[in-house]
């Protein structure tokens, strides 16, 4: 398994402004995983990060409103940008760790844009 | 497009019965397949995964795979009220070997 730490683990935005949320995992992994669980829905992949390559987009996401970076191969922020209410949510942080399918999840960041 | 199906639920169980959980998937390529709990407001952990046909069972959790039927269970023996919580079905290893999650299926178990 991996431990995953991210923060912040909750916020208040008001709309029209960004937030930045912080993955950091305690070993390196090659991808690392985005995804958006609004209220009483399942989990919906934003994108996957590569350490040195651009991070790919599902459908329906697009970098200009979600930037990512991957400095590293324990390290990765997503940003939410120009927040509207729409973008309410929790933000998970993922990794497939041990070179196995099984991905493991930080404590997720719950988004209120207000 | 890829389709990891569950029933919403709730699904109530008495405490100390067989609670049942059901999931089918839509991509026949898939390989891995995965039950995570979720508590509410917290994230999904994973609780069991499967790779082969069959059964796998680990404490009171079995995991049910059969590639044939595209299906996937989860059995949970002498249910506990902690057991309570939604049961995210979780799918790997198609074509472009992303995990695509259902919709859950929260489990009350009545003490």
């Known amino acids: 398994s991996a431990v995953i730490s991210q923060k912040p683990s909750r916020d208040i935005c008001q709309r029209g402004t960004s937030l930045t949320i912080q993955c950091q995992v305690d070993?390196?992994?090659?991808?690392m995983f985005w995804y958006r669980q609004q209220p009483g829905q399942s989990l919906t992949l934003i994108a996957t990060?590569?350490?040195?390559?651009?991070?790919?987009?599902e459908s329906g996401f697009v970098i200009d409103k979600f930037p990512i970076s991957r400095p590293n191969l324990t390290f990765s922020t997503l940003t939410v940008s120009n927040m509207s209410p729409e973008d309410s949510s929790i933000y998970l942080c993922?990794?497939?760790?041990?070179?196995?399918?099984?991905?493991?999840f930080g404590q997720g960041t719950r988004l209120t844009v207000v | 497009q890829k389709e990891v199906e569950q029933n919403s639920g709730p699904l109530s169980v008495p405490e100390g019965a067989i609670a049942s959980l059901n999931c089918t998937y839509s991509?026949?390529?898939?390989?891995?397949f995965f039950w995570y709990r979720q508590y509410s407001g917290k994230s999904p952990e994973l609780i069991m995964s499967?790779?082969?046909?069959g059964d796998k069972e680990d404490g009171r959790f079995t995991a049910q795979l059969n590639k044939a039927s595209q299906y996937v269970s989860l059995l949970i023996r002498d249910s506990q009220p902690s057991d309570s919580a939604t049961y995210l079905c979780?799918?790997?290893?198609?074509?472009?070997?992303?995990?695509?999650f259902g919709k859950g299926t929260r489990l009350h178990i009545l003490p």
């Open positions: 993922s990794v497939e760790a041990g070179g196995i399918a099984e991905a493991f």
């Open positions: 991509d026949r390529v898939s390989q891995s």
């Open positions: 990060a590569n350490q040195g390559s651009e991070a790919t987009y």
């Open positions: 499967i790779y082969s046909n």
């Open positions: 070993s390196q992994v090659t991808m």
């Open positions: 979780a799918v790997n290893g198609g074509r472009d070997d992303k995990i695509i």
